[in-house]
């Protein structure tokens, strides 16, 4: 069983919201907004070495953010494709190990292919796994694992009624680590909007009004500080998790 609580979390999971009101309060293009961003996320991965979290899952495009405005999402493209020829050499010599989930196929082949390289560079790294989530959506992920099930099913090779959780979750993105302990939004809205849906099952939620782009250790530290003082049951009471404590 988990512990009840850890003072940080081994697992860290982040929607980064508010780029574009960021921007716009500035009077500036949504774009701008997204470059601050990408700051951002590199404050965020530098906390996260210091601090000894072991994984940082990142939602950096929805399934449903190709919906936004050509522009935008074309800004965001020539953004990402900067940021994989730029960052991935100091990242890689930093210990950190980047993986992409989300439908890659979506992607053009310029950022498909880097973003493979990417994974191949970075695949003997420990000191940090990196996820990004690009093109990714919670019910899509489900719906692969569910299909994948299927296949094995259909060609006889699994009995459908020994289709149990393990099984389901050992087919879903990010299968083999540890379920995000912690989830952080930020911009002020309190929604998961369609993020890790299996794997966020018993995750810790903070939520800040602070925008995206505004995000420094100080924040972050804040929802360090206050998840090492939740009691996490995973389902359980007080007394299981903790017998000792609760007898005293
Ligand atoms: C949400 O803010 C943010 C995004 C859709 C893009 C996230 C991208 C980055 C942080 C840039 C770089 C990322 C990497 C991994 C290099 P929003 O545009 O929905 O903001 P709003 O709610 O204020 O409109």
């Known amino acids: 069983m988990p512990p009840a609580s850890a003072p940080v979390p081994r697992h860290l999971a982040v929607i980064m919201d508010g780029n574009g009101r960021w921007a716009q309060r500035r009077r500036r293009p949504r774009v701008v907004?997204?470059?601050?961003?990408?700051?951002?996320?590199n404050l965020t991965i530098d906390f996260c070495l210091r601090q000894g979290i072991e994984v940082l899952t990142l939602f950096a495009f929805s399934s449903e953010n190709w919906g936004r405005p050509e522009e935008e999402v074309g800004a965001l493209m020539k953004l990402f494709l900067n940021a994989l020829e730029r960052e991935v050499d100091e990242l890689d010599r930093r210990g950190v190990r980047v993986r992409f989930i989300g439908e890659r196929g979506r992607f053009a082949e310029a950022i498909a292919q880097r973003m493979a390289?990417?994974?191949a560079q970075t695949a003997g790294n420990a000191r940090l796994q990196l996820n990004i989530a690009a093109s990714y959506g919670g019910r899509q992920d489900i719906a692969t694992?569910?299909?994948?099930?299927?296949?094995?099913?259909?060609?006889?090779?699994?009995?459908?009624?020994?289709?149990?959780?393990?099984?389901v979750g050992a087919h879903v993105a990010l299968a083999?680590?540890?379920?995000?302990?912690?989830?952080?939004?930020?911009?002020g809205d309190r929604r998961i909007s369609n993020f890790l849906l299996w794997q966020l099952a018993y995750t810790e939620l903070w939520f800040t009004e602070t925008l995206w782009p505004d995000v420094d250790a100080g924040v972050l530290q804040q929802a360090l500080d206050d998840y090492a003082g939740r009691e996490r049951r995973f389902g359980l009471t007080s007394a299981q998790i903790a017998p000792v404590e609760a007898s005293a």
């Open 176 to 187: 083999g680590l540890p379920a995000p302990d912690l989830f952080i939004r930020t911009g």
């Open 33 to 41: 907004g997204h470059r601050a961003g990408a700051r951002a996320v």
């Open 117 to 119: 390289a990417a994974e």
């Open 145 to 167: 694992a569910a299909r994948a099930l299927a296949r094995e099913a259909a060609a006889g090779r699994l009995d459908p009624d020994s289709i149990d959780e393990a099984m």
